[in-house]
């Protein structure tokens, strides 16, 4: 997994891969940033963890290279970004494109970027939610895998909104990583069709 900062997300997929059937097992927790609490929630359920800073590298695409490197030593099937706040480069797509997934907390194609409950609000929608999705190059711009809606209250600010959209969201990042890990899946256009 791929992680930014408070690490929700990731704590409810630890949580899930406790029961064996669930299916899944998160081998390891990489960040482009230290001292986060999502690494910190990583070493306590004992999950090796890196973290890879942009600003140490030359250029971007050496920090991709190196991320990529990080990431296929653990040999994972599938990877799954949970607020990381980087956008991956070429090297990394190609390595692992088709089996990275990535949660956004808005209905996409609605509201992409860094700001998306923040966006829903100011728009004036009366519904928003998430959307879990695999990732290509583009910002939150790849075939949508799953979503769930959440309403917008008259009285929400920011943090309201996402605080609500953040309970929706892991329990449908749980339920969807563990479908696509125990089901497999299939893409057909923009199409992805979880199971055979
Ligand atoms: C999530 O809402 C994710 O969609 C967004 O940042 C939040 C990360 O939350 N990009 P957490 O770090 O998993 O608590």
Redesign the pocket.
Known sequence: ML?S??????QALLDACLSDSYGAEVVAVGADRDHIP?LARAKAAGIPTFSLRVRDFPARDDWDRALTAACAEFKPDLIVL??FMKLLGADFLARFGGRVIN???ALLPSFPGMHGARDALEYGAKVSG?TVFLVDAGTDSGPIIAQAAVPVHDDDDEAAL?GR??VA?RALLVDTVGRLVRDGWSVQGRKVRIGS
């Open positions: 992680v900062g408070a690490g929700t997300n990731l999502a949970a607020g949660t956004h907390p998430c996402h959209i953040k969201e």
